[in-house]
């Protein structure tokens, strides 16, 4: 299954981790870690390098975000939030999403 977690600090996103395999399919033809991880390194490659923390690995993607307060993370977090949960939509036997406000 893969595990989606969002954080939030004055409703902006500083946390956002995804990991695991969804396991829907065999290895190289599953539709659900494809998309996600479409998705994922979409977003990294979409993100700036300045104040925000990426890493990116097999059955992993860690964004940590340092500046809260650069709003272009926050729209494009904010569209990988949205994305996941339309996966999660269609596939939550393959996909759990958690969000928390600190």
């Not at 992993?60 to 500046?67: G, I, Y």
Request: glycine residues 6%; charged residues 20%.
């Amino acid at each position: 299954m893969i595990h989606v977690t969002l954080r939030r600090k004055n409703q902006r996103i500083y946390v956002l981790k995804v990991t695991g395999h969804a396991l829907s399919a065999p290895y190289g033809e599953d539709l659900v870690c494809a998309g996600v991880s479409a998705i994922v390194t979409g977003g990294a490659n979409a993100l700036k390098p300045q104040g925000i923390r990426i890493h990116l690995s097999e059955g992993l993607a860690d964004f940590q975000v340092d500046n809260l307060e650069e709003m272009s993370h926050q729209h494009v977090l904010e569209l990988l939030w949205i994305q996941l949960k339309t996966i999660q939509a269609s596939y939550s036997q393959f996909i759990s999403i958690k969000e928390q406000e600190d």
